[in-house]
């Protein structure tokens, strides 16, 4: 059921109590939303992520997806960055120190805080992109399996932090990264590398090849060096095992 519909300066906030998934239920009503529209969901109750992974959620995350239309087409592959590099600067505003995990993940202390998923549908020459995130807020405590895996601004700050603000924050360095992607700058991509986890260490790749990370391409790509090679990867083609020489 719908909660409340905010309206902002350029765009609207419509909250849900409860939804399956954000990205899914901004997929199926498009046509109903305008660009810069943002769906939250107090509760998800089946949010998923790259891969079909699913998300883990309660009402202490912040869950929500921003609708965004482009004709950007051949520069998609920055979106997630761009998605990472806006987390990354509110919590810095909050006095969290955070990595970015290409191609997705926002991490503190090497553990998760968000994850972002990019979802995309073609229409003529234009792109709607459905650009979902998970930010761990208030959670106090995480379960077993992700105690190891998972933090929160709470963890980090020992304060809980109002929703809606930090919704607004959020918005704001999207709306503000998305206006410089749109008009061709890459300045965020430069921060994306200057806050990469990843850069300079050795993965593992999904297939068991162990690959050195030297960039993060223009385009969005990940630049490795395999086997004394230089090659590059998009978030779709790879997924990263194990990560040495922390
Ligand atoms: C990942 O960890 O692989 C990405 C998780 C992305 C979760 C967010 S929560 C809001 C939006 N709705 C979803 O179903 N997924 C994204």
């Given at each position: ?13 419509i ?77 810095n505003?909050?006095?969290v ?39 761990n ?23 809980l932090y ?17 206006n ?35 960039n993060?391409?223009?385009t969005?790509r990940?630049?490795?060096?395999k ?20």
């Amino acid at each position: 059921m719908m909660r409340v519909m905010i309206q902002m300066n350029n765009y609207n906030i419509i909250e849900f109590d409860r939804l399956d998934s954000t990205n899914k239920y901004m997929k199926e009503n498009l046509d109903r939303l305008s660009p810069f529209d943002i769906v939250r969901a107090v509760v998800q109750t089946s949010g998923y992520g790259r891969m079909q992974r699913s998300w883990y959620d309660n009402s202490d995350n912040l869950s929500f997806s921003m609708y965004l239309k482009t004709k950007k087409i051949s520069r998609l592959g920055q979106l997630p960055q761009l998605a990472a590099v806006s987390v990354v600067s509110v919590l810095n505003e909050y006095g969290v120190e955070a990595k970015i995990k290409w191609p997705n993940d926002v991490l503190v202390d090497g553990k998760k805080i968000c994850g972002i998923l990019v979802e995309t549908v073609l229409t003529k020459d234009t792109v709607s992109v459905i650009l979902g995130i998970g930010l761990n807020v208030n959670n106090q405590y995480f379960t077993d399996d992700l105690k190891q895996k998972a933090t929160s601004i709470y963890q980090q700050k020992g304060k809980l932090y109002d929703m809606r603000m930090l919704l607004n924050n959020l918005a704001t360095k999207l709306t503000f990264f998305f206006n410089q992607f749109e008009s061709g700058d890459a300045t965020f991509m430069q921060v994306a590398r200057d806050e990469s986890f990843l850069i300079g260490k050795e993965v593992m790749l999904y297939e068991g090849d162990v690959v050195r990370v030297t960039n993060i391409d223009d385009t969005g790509r990940l630049v490795v060096i395999k086997n004394g090679k230089e090659q590059t990867y998009s978030g779709s083609e790879v997924s990263l095992q194990n990560i040495y020489n922390s």
